[in-house]
């Protein structure tokens, strides 16, 4: 065949390649682009669910065999300490005995009856050996039984977490099977369910393998800012105001955006927008969106706190299940604490107005 002649057959064949590259382009849409119609979100989210509530249950079941194993520990040390409780009991027993029956007011009597005082500063020395012996042994006596108490009230504290988190266990176990059930479900009722299931795979994928690692890194950058924010609103008095002994902290949102640029970089594409009573978080970058919804509290234990709680996040698109955000705040410590700013002050009230997060603290003397 000549040059001419299979031109046309070339271009033809190259118009077929180029027209299957495009629908398989299309069918295989990245898991990670935010879906287009309410049901593919809807299965996506299901599927997300899945893998973080199943991350969820591993978490609670290393938990708890570490929590099983300090019991088991705990239980070993109370055993020996029955022991050792029951041999100082004697002794114990012993001494009061002796000052019950006389006995140490018979020694007292035969000091009185020495007459060089040589020998009586030295049985003097042995009285007082004899007595500093009995304080100790009732003194060990009592720390005994108060060391065993604590022990005691430590194994039950223990066993009742041990119940709670085998009650986290079934819930969650169940919660997961609801989950699979429905997706099981929507994947039957789906005209297209083999491209589902490959999106439901792409997105487990990227949320594992990129996702929650960008994720953690936001959520880790905050964490440090907000270490930092004690002492910029030293370096910036305008924003706290003192009248007696109250002290008010007023941050518009733009100061902080602009607070937090400056921290890292990876928050010049976020930015912080105060509304009533939430603060909305939204930012994106290189084809990953994030979005956190969230509300401050003041807590008094360990320390008095302002911490701040994620009632909801988004990652491009799909939300997130309670589990993950609770994970987040575990590990990433969010609080902002009003003593590094001035000391014996303690917050009394934070209020999340439009634009603007006001901070009510008092000095605590």
């Excluded at 990245?30 to 989210?45: I, K």
């Excluded at 976020?270 to 807590?299: C, M, P, W």
Aim: aromatic share 10%; charged share 30%; no cysteine.
């Amino acid at each position: 065949m000549t040059r001419t002649a299979w031109a046309p057959a070339a271009l033809v064949a190259l118009s077929l390649l180029v027209f299957f590259w495009t629908v398989q382009s299309l069918v295989m849409m990245p898991a990670f682009a935010q879906p287009a119609d309410e049901q593919t979100r809807r299965l996506l989210e299901k599927s997300l669910s899945v893998v973080e509530i199943d991350k969820e249950i591993e978490r609670v079941n290393l938990k708890k065999q570490e929590l099983e194993l300090q019991s088991e520990q705990k239980t070993q040390t109370i055993q020996v300490q029955e022991e050792m409780k029951i041999q100082r009991q004697a002794d114990a027993g012993r001494v009061l005995r002796a000052y019950y029956t006389g006995e140490r007011d018979i020694l007292l009597g035969a000091l009185l009856s020495f007459r060089k005082l040589s020998d009586f500063l030295v049985v003097m020395d042995y009285f007082e050996w004899i007595f500093a012996r009995d304080r100790q042994v009732l003194g060990e006596y009592t720390a005994q039984l108060e060391q065993l108490q604590q022990q005691r009230q430590a194994l039950d504290n223990q066993q009742l977490q041990l119940v709670e988190m085998e009650k986290r266990l079934l819930q969650q176990r169940a919660r997961l099977a609801q989950l699979e059930l429905e997706i099981n479900r929507d994947l039957a009722a789906s005209t297209d369910s083999e491209r589902m299931r490959m999106l439901m795979e792409e997105l487990s994928n990227y949320w594992q393998t990129v996702g929650l690692t960008e994720v953690k890194n936001y959520f880790r950058a905050l964490s440090r800012a907000m270490k930092e924010l004690p002492g910029w609103l030293k370096d910036n008095p305008e924003f706290l105001k003192m009248k007696g002994f109250d002290y008010t902290v007023r941050v518009p949102e733009d100061a902080l955006n602009t607070f937090l640029r400056q921290q890292n970089e990876l928050f010049k594409n976020f930015a912080f927008e105060f509304q009533k009573d939430n603060i909305q978080v939204n930012g994106q970058r290189e084809g990953l969106s994030v979005a956190v919804s969230g509300h401050y509290t003041i807590e008094n234990e360990p320390k008095n706190a302002i911490r701040f709680h994620v009632d909801e996040l988004l990652f491009n698109g799909l939300a997130l299940p309670d589990t993950t955000r609770k994970a987040l705040e575990e590990e990433f410590d969010l609080s902002f604490y009003p003593q590094l700013i001035v000391k014996l002050i303690q917050a009394e009230n934070v209020e999340i107005l439009d634009k603007e997060l006001v901070i009510h603290l008092k000095l605590k003397l």
